[in-house]
Antibody, heavy 116, light 110 residues
């Protein structure tokens, strides 16, 4: 069965960096694009962009350029989201979600808290 | 502010039929398929409707989607207490060259 398992919660200081992982299993990793979605506390969903797991080509939504980087390690079927120069407003749950006629499988989410 | 608008809340009673709207423009809903997601409290979102009116395997036929012009709707018939959740529409926007979510609708089952 398809599963996306994300890394655990993170507590970071402002200005630091964080790398969230999303390990896929149950399907051929390189056949599907992976979405990243942000949900700030008490807020709605925001599409951050996606990465083509076959080519490694990322696409970033407006507002998620510069400090946000999507990457892959296809040898371990894992997608990564790295955020640098963290700010308090980056505090959110970050989800990975496989793209197949919609985001059909989601990770459990990773809470990133940015606080001094 | 999302370019796709949903009512912040909706209410229904068990057994009732409720609809949730998603209003956009010719840059998004007017030319692309709409997707709907259900997010139960404290959990990850779940795909409910894809390609405007298709249900993934396992989604009850109580849930249905439709679109007319630049607006889309999610209908839930035979409302149940377990349907209490946040519902989001999503669609590709050609102007933004990216996907957008509606702001979400919190459904309360009285």
């Amino acid at each position: 069965q398809v599963q996306l398992v994300q890394s655990g919660s993170e507590l970071k200081r402002p200005g630091a960096s964080v790398k969230v992982s999303c390990k896929a299993s149950g399907y051929t990793f390189t056949k599907y694009t992976m979405n990243w979605v942000r949900q700030a506390p008490g807020q709605g969903l925001e599409w951050m962009g996606w990465i083509n797991a076959n080519t490694g080509n990322p696409t970033y939504a407006q507002g998620f350029t510069g400090r946000f980087v999507f990457s892959l390690d296809t040898s371990v079927s894992t997608a990564y989201l790295q955020i640098s120069s963290l700010k308090a407003e980056d505090t959110a749950v970050y989800y990975c979600a496989r793209d197949s006629e919609g985001a059909d499988y989601w990770g459990q989410g990773t809470l990133v808290t940015v606080s001094s | 502010q999302s370019v796709v608008t949903q009512p912040p809340s909706a209410t229904g009673t068990p057994g009732q039929r409720v609809t949730i709207s998603c209003s956009g423009s010719n840059s998004n809903i007017g030319r692309h398929d709409v997707y709907w997601y259900q997010q139960l409290p404290g959990t990850a979102p779940k795909l409910l409707i894809y390609k405007t009116n298709q249900r993934p395997s396992g989604v009850p036929d109580r849930f249905s989607g439709s679109k007319s012009g630049t607006s889309a709707s999610l209908a839930i018939s035979g409302l149940r207490s377990e349907d209490e959740a946040d519902y989001y529409c999503a669609v590709w926007d050609v102007t933004l060259s990216g996907a957008v979510f509606g702001g979400g609708t919190k459904l309360t089952v009285l």
